[in-house]
Nanobody, 123 residues
Framework: QVQLVESGGGSVQAGGSLRVSCSAS????????MGWFRQAPGKEREGVAG???????LYDPSVRGRFTISKDLDSNTLFLQMNSLKPEDTAMYYC?????????????????WGQGTKVTVSS
C-alpha cells in the first residue's frame, strides 16, 4: 500500500505561482509512475502532469510550458510547480501513483490517490 498526502495549495492572483507537494509513504519502492490530476467544480477530474521512475514526463496541453512536475527521490516527494496561473486552473489538485508506467494521464491507470489540495486563482 502507498499513502499520498498533498500540501501547498492556496489562493493566488492570475499570473502568480504556486507549488504543490505530495509526500508518499508505505511501499514507495513499488511506485513506477506518479501524476497530478485536478477537478474543477462541476467538471470531471482531468490529468495535468505525470512522471515515471526514469524521470520522463508528460503534460496536458493546457498546462505545458507553465507547469513543471518533478520528484525528490530521497524524500519520496512529488512536486508541481505552477507558473502563470489562470483562473481556469482553479481546482482541487490530486496526487496519484501506480506501479506501472503507461504514459497516459488517465485516472483509470492510477491506483493510489491523495485527498487533494485546493488551488484558487483569482482574476
Amino acid at each position: 500500500q502507498v499513502q499520498l498526502v498533498e500540501s501547498g495549495g492556496g489562493s493566488v492572483q492570475a499570473g502568480g505561482s504556486l507549488r504543490v507537494s505530495c509526500s508518499a509513504s508505505g511501499s514507495t519502492s513499488t511506485i513506477t509512475q506518479m501524476g497530478w490530476f485536478r477537478q474543477a467544480p462541476g467538471k470531471e477530474r482531468e490529468g495535468v502532469a505525470g512522471i515515471n521512475s526514469q524521470g520522463s514526463t508528460l503534460y496536458d496541453p493546457s498546462v505545458r510550458g507553465r507547469f513543471t512536475i518533478s520528484k525528490d527521490l530521497d524524500s519520496n516527494t512529488l512536486f508541481l510547480q505552477m507558473n502563470s496561473l489562470k483562473p481556469e486552473d482553479t481546482a482541487m489538485y490530486y496526487c496519484a501513483a501506480d506501479s506501472y508506467w503507461r504514459g497516459i494521464l488517465d485516472e483509470e491507470y492510477f491506483t493510489y490517490w491523495g485527498q487533494g489540495t485546493k488551488v484558487t486563482v483569482s482574476s
